[in-house]
């Protein structure tokens, strides 16, 4: 794993997880939901479809700054990020952005309630580790012997 460029592995794990927990700030308190990730690599940016009535559209308005948590428990690896966010009204966008999950909550991409959500990463922090069973035996085995467990890479990378 170590000898994976950290950016490139950034974004395979945003491209292979896909849906996150967007954490933004509510006064004093920290929201999180889930929400599904759109990415443009070369641009540097994430987008999530959003609807103009809904809280954390407000959140942003009045603090621009978020955290992206994406987690494959299977394989026990944890993407972090830290950014801003801005909602636009890009009808374009919104257009190209349309999916299936999407119309869970929407009818067409021609609802005028859709937003579109941006977010420019800032910075980003992993956690690979080898595999749900091999950290389950390093975590015995440690406990055993009272050793710590190599338990995989923790990068920090700015983006």
């Known amino acids: 794993m170590a000898d994976r460029d950290p ?3 950034v974004w395979a794990l945003v491209e292979k997880i896909g849906i996150c927990m967007l954490v933004s700030r509510d006064g004093d ?3 999180a939901r889930p929400m599904a990730a759109f990415f443009e690599r070369d641009q540097n940016v994430i987008y999530f479809l959003t609807d103009a009535q809904s809280h954390k559209d407000e959140e942003i308005v ?3 700054h978020v955290v992206l948590a994406f987690a494959d428990t299977g394989s026990q690896t944890y993407l972090s990020l830290t950014g801003t966010a ?3 009204n890009d ?3 919104v257009r190209k ?3 299936t999950p999407a119309k869970a909550w929407w009818d067409s991409p021609d609802d005028p309630s859709i937003r ?3 977010i420019v990463p800032k910075d980003a922090q992993y956690w690979d580790s080898p595999g749900t ?3 389950y035996v390093k975590m015995a085995a440690a406990a055993i012997s009272s050793a710590r467990p190599a338990m995989g890479e923790n990068v920090k990378v700015d983006l």
Do not use: I, N
């Open 62 to 64: 009045r603090d621009q």
């Open 91 to 93: 009808r374009d966008l």
């Open 97 to 99: 952005l349309w999916s």
């Open 86 to 88: 801005e909602v636009s």
């Open 116 to 118: 579109v959500l941006k």
């Open 29 to 31: 308190d920290l929201r």
């Open 133 to 135: 069973v091999v950290s």
């Open 7 to 9: 950016v490139e592995r």
